[in-house]
């Protein structure tokens, strides 16, 4: 059964401490891709990766890591220095094919709160 | 910089009625684009998609969009919703030329009503 799979689904954290949301995809995509979804803002990118040790900071990745050591996964830390933590993040997938991309898949969400 | 702005962010209709919902765009070179659906409780998934061609494009569930180039749009139409239509609504676009990212706009939540 390929797809994009996002664990865990809810994550509770306390501010200042560093969180870590797994993204893996079955689906042999080059290109994984993390957004921040918050209500009324629609979906900003944060990072992206077009193939695996090399990645990209995407409009909003202040507070964010990443890395790509394996084509199936994109694990995405959040770092106590993102100002505003809490939200739903989705993590996506396409295919890339001589440097054009197909339509991204996206996995279930985590969401995270940061009291 | 490119930007998508969705004009409608809440619409409610009632069943059988005909939906249009607005999407602009703001960039000067070719583009990818995209309408996606989050249905309540599941994954955001791709209604239909524009990368070349007949500018006017079907999807799935009866949903079509038409890509205008002169007016820098990309609407989302559908002749007669149904109740199982209620979800967010995302219009996308991605810049030609790489696996960049998407921008998306700020969605359009659209309830029907029985």
């Known amino acids: 059964d390929g797809g994009i799979t996002q664990s865990p689904k809810y994550l509770f954290r306390k501010e200042g401490q560093n969180v870590t949301l797994s993204c893996e995809q079955n689906?042999?995509?080059?290109?994984m891709y993390w957004y921040r979804q918050d209500p009324g803002q629609g979906l900003r990118l944060i990072y992206y990766s077009q193939i695996v040790n090399d990645f990209q900071k995407g409009d909003i990745a202040e507070g964010y890591s990443v890395s790509r050591e394996k084509k199936e996964s994109f694990p995405l830390t959040v770092t106590s220095a993102q100002k505003n933590p809490t939200a739903f993040y989705l993590c996506a997938s396409s295919m890339v094919w001589d440097r054009l991309t197909y339509e991204q898949y996206f996995g279930p969400g985590t969401r995270l709160t940061v009291t | 910089a490119q930007s998508v702005s969705q004009h409608n962010h809440h619409v409610i209709l009632s069943e059988a009625a005909s939906l249009e919902l607005g999407c602009n765009y703001s960039y000067g070179g070719t583009v990818n684009l995209f309408w996606y659906v989050q249905y309540p409780g599941q994954h955001l998934q791709l209604l239909l998609k524009y990368f070349s061609g007949d500018p006017l494009v079907k999807g799935i569930k009866g949903f079509e969009a038409e890509f205008i180039k002169s007016k820098f749009s990309f609407n989302l139409r559908k002749p007669s919703v149904q109740w199982s239509d209620t979800a967010e609504y995302f219009c996308?676009?991605?810049?030609?030329?790489?696996?960049?990212?998407?921008?998306f706009g700020k969605g359009t939540h659209l309830i029907i009503q029985p």
């Open positions: 996308a676009l991605e810049s030609g030329g790489g696996a960049d990212g998407l921008t």
């Open positions: 689906l042999n995509h080059d290109a």
